[in-house]
């Protein structure tokens, strides 16, 4: 996962330096900072800014919004048909999936990898990614990410999703309308990414601690540099997981699009978030924000930054890492008191 979107404040600035070394090819403005929702002192003024921002039309997430009103109103089966698990309408799910990860992260690829529509240009690491190497399946890394994506992701968030929509269909979740609660309607919708945050934050955390990290995790972090296909590129036991967070609506009322919305924040911000650029060149006129710096210091640093910018656990767990060469300083100061405390005599 993750985040499906970034300060707007935190666009557009020329490469850094850290310290004599070039860290990164390009970098966005740094240090990087989260959602105010969790700074103390709490500002609600800055917290509606924020949100304002994150949802203003055109931006990732309400692109995401829209997505989703149009899957559930053109490309879901009806509630009748999801009242017994049916192949025919399950597969109707997982087609429609299929094509969003193909034209989202097979298009991101096309666009910045083959045809380098924008060469280097708010690229944050511009190494290459990897061929001929051991360390991928097929020895391949864009093989090896495709592969996972498709066969183990695409299917198994369809399957969640599935799964929802028999439990709408049976009773067993409890469904609004727009019309029903409208005030919840907007500020569930709100909410879902922080949620999003959080389960990921928790369910990521937990994937780094042995062996659970050797068995699963580490197929993930083999993408050290990233592109749109890493996102998904994972073992498929952690795909049940990063689909776990939609197991809420089984609890809190909610509508189809809820849950759309929500698995979107992986379907399409995974391969978004992965794709190694920070703004993308769409047309002349229209680019979008889709990189996530903040995961990418993840990718190369591994023990920090495990949530979103919407989740405060990193600052309270002291593994947030701001991009700069404080914030790797902070992070080895931290990995050594850990080694220390781990190798202290008993
Ligand atoms: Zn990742
Ligand atoms: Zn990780």
Known sequence: MTNASIPADQAEAPAKRHGSRRAWHFSPELPLRQAPYFELPFSLR???????????????????????????????????????????WMLEIGLRNLVIVLVVAGGLHLLLFTFRNQNDEQRYDARPLARNSKVFHFGNQVWDNMFWT????????????????????????????????PAWFIGLMLIIPIWSGFHFYWYHRVGHVEPLYRWFHSWHHKNINTGP???HAMHPVEHLFLYSDLA??????????????????????????????HEVRLTRYF??????????????????NYGSYETPWDKVFGSFHDGTAAGDLAIKKRRRRMFEKKNQPA
């Open 150 to 181: 498709l066969v183990g992701s695409v299917p198994i968030g369809t399957l969640w999703e599935c799964l929802l929509l028999w439990a709408y269909a049976n009773g067993h979740a409890t469904m609004i309308t727009f019309g029903d609660n």
């Open 229 to 231: 296909w890493s996102g």
């Open 248 to 277: 809420i609506y089984f609890v809190v009322a909610s509508h189809p699009i809820h849950v759309i919305f929500n698995a979107m924040l992986h379907t399409v911000a995974g391969p978004t978030s992965h794709c190694g650029y």
């Open 46 to 88: 800055d917290s509606i800014v924020y949100l304002f921002n994150v949802w203003r039309p055109f931006n990732q997430r309400f692109l995401l919004l829209l997505l989703a009103i149009a899957a559930w109103t053109w490309f879901t089966p009806t509630l009748e048909r999801a009242r017994s698990f049916e192949l025919d």
């Open 287 to 304: 680019r979008l924000q889709l990189g996530d710096f903040m995961h990418q210091l993840h990718h190369r640093y591994f023990d920090c």
